[in-house]
Every structure is written in C-alpha cells, then in structure tokens.
C-alpha cells in the first residue's frame, strides 16, 4: 500500500490546489452572520459530491480495466489514460492562457438563506471543478491496478479526497482555532494562491497530462 500511496501522492498534491475552492471557502467566512455554520455547510457539501463523482471515477476505471483492447494486452485504462492525458493538456494550455475563475463576492452574499444554501454551493462548485475532478482518472487508474484489497483500496481513495479538501476545510480549522487572528493569515492565503495556483495547476497538468498520454500510447505499441 505505501508504494500505491507514494504514486498517487503527485496526483493528490495537484488536486490540494484549488483557487476557486479556497477563495469560496475564505469568502464564505468573511461573511458578518454565523460564518462558521455556513463554512461547515459549504464543506459537507463540497465532501458529499467529491465521495460520489470520485466513486463513479473508480468504479468507472475499474470496469474499464476488465476490457482487453483487440489483440492487444492495453485495456480501457490505457484509453482513459490517453483522454486523462489530453484533458490535462487541454487544461495546462488553457490555465496558461486564461486564469480560472473564481467565485466572487456577490456569488456568496447571494446565498444568505441558511444552511441548504451552503451545502448547496459546495456541491455546485466542487461537482464543476474539473481542474481537481480530472486527475481523480489516472488516480483510479493508480488504485485499480495496484493488487490492493478492497479495504486497502478505499484508504487509497480516502487519501486522495483528503488532499482534495484541504483548499475546503484548512481555511475553516484555520477560523475555528486562531478566531480573528486568522484574518490576515487567510488573507495572505488566498492572495497567494489566487495569484500563483493557476500557474503551478498549468505546470503540474502540462507534465501529468504529456506522462499519461504518452503511457497510454506506448501500451497500444
């Protein structure tokens, strides 16, 4: 298992980087009322739809690992490494020429109606976050060809969504221990990762997208 663990830790750590999530999480606890409740929400729902869609990539990834392409010995996997790879490529050209877009202000005072609202929001944008979603295909892929148990398979998992949230949940233990202390501290976080995270998401995309296109293809040879 550590060996599976240390081959998705590239893949977990390009998923950790999300400024449309963290800027959503910092915006909702800016919020004057009840922050933290709707901080909470936001992250119940972000972890709710991230479990689902990462369930339907595994089971997705495993079922085409059980095909056999031609006379060949490359299986499904290969083909989702080859669309994994694109995709990421696609998103690396994309990152560099244009930065994501991330919620704004009036995006979040928008939802002011309880806590529905935020579980809601959370849900939306973690289930349309497809610059973190993407890599969770080649993660699959990890796991599935990995030998491991069923029970050793979900930890692997499980790892890779903590990662995923911590752009979700750092900002809120981050309130919830310094109190107002953490103003600045959140400030300067979300600052940096705004200005600097679609440059390190181009970068990681560029080189994870090229190594899985390419591994996809040297199976079909």
Known sequence: M???LINLLPFALGSAISPVMLTGSVLILSSKISPVKKA??????SAAALVAIAIMIFLLSAKAGQLKIGSHQSTGQDILHVAAGLLLIYFAIKTAIKKPKTPSSNQAKKHKRGLA???LLGIILMGTNISTLALYFPASAVISKSGLNSLQKTLSMAFM?????IPVFLPLLLVIILGK??????GSLNRSVTKYGSYVMGGLFGIFGIYL???GILAFL
């Open 161 to 165: 969504m903590i990662f995923s949230l």
């Open 213 to 215: 296109f390419v591994k």
């Open 40 to 45: 909470i929400g936001f992250a119940f729902g």
């Open 117 to 119: 609202a935020f579980i």
């Open 2 to 4: 550590k060996d599976t």
């Open 181 to 186: 202390h953490s103003d600045k501290l959140l």
